[in-house]
Every structure is written in C-alpha cells, then in structure tokens.
C-alpha cells in the first residue's frame, strides 16, 4: 500500500477523481488557483510525481501530458482503512471501536455496503465458536481501547 497522500497531492488527485478524465496540468492548475496561489512548475512536480508513484498514467498530447487516475478515490480509501486495520493487534475490538465513531449516515453506508457483498458474494456458514461470549470480550476490549488503553491487569 502506498504512503497516504499529501495534501497538495490530495488537492490534485481530487480534481483527477472528480472529473474523471484526461487531465492537464493547466486544468488543475487553474481549478487550484480559485482556493489558493500556486504556481505551473509546482502543479507539474506535483503531477509529475504522482505518475512516478503510480496514482496516475500520462500519454502525450502536443507538448504537454495528459493525466489519468490509476484507481478510484474509493479503492484509495479502503486501502487506507485496510492498512490500519491490518496494524491492529485485534482486529475484531479496533472495528467495533470504528463502528462507535461512525455518524448516522456512516452506519447507513455500511449496511449497503454489507448487503451488497453479501448479494454478491455469499458467506459460508459461520465457524463453530472457539469460546463462548467472545463477542462480548471483542467489546470489552474495544471498550479499554477507548478508555485509555487499560489493561486485564488493572495497569493503564
């Protein structure tokens, strides 16, 4: 997984994913000149480099480039959320810790984004549990996570 993006790159790739399309430098650079002052050679290093790290593929047009996102914005962030998740040394408490942060309209887009891939992709039938009330100590954990990182052992 690539290094999450920087904010100029962030500015850029999200004109890139916006307009989906072909994009020169100049485009962006006028779209970025509306919120703030920058300048060509700065849009082109900053495009330049996103090529080089492979959010974006170019094909000459004339004597300039034009730019395409690789992947989409989505993918880019649940990449993001994947390499988190997978730093967790329980992964189970840190998504029940993410679910506690997510607004109203977040929980709804979560449980489209469950039916979709449970439509898409049937589950197989659950595993025999290793212990019982393992769910209740996922929230447990989940719960000291968020309190402060307390441990079993009544040490903070």
Known sequence: ???????????????????NRPVT???VLE????ERSIAYTTV????????QKGWV????????????????????????MNE???RSDNPAAALVAFFGMMSPDQRDALDDA????????PLPPPAPREEA????????????????????TGER
């Open 84 to 86: 988190a998740w997978s």
């Open 25 to 27: 430098v100049r485009e």
């Open 31 to 34: 779209d970025l000149q509306q």
């Open 1 to 19: 997984m690539p290094r999450p993006l920087g904010e100029l790159e962030d500015a850029v790739m999200t004109r890139v994913w916006q307009w």
């Open 57 to 80: 593929r170019r094909e000459v047009e004339g004597r300039a480039y034009r730019y395409t996102a690789v992947s989409t914005r989505a993918a880019y962030a649940a990449a993001l």
């Open 133 to 152: 009330g393992r769910e209740e100590a996922v929230r447990e954990e989940a719960g000291r996570e968020e309190a402060g990182g307390e441990t079993g």
């Open 44 to 51: 082109m290093t900053v495009m330049d480099n996103l090529h």
């Open 114 to 121: 469950v039916r979709i891939v449970q439509r898409d992709t």
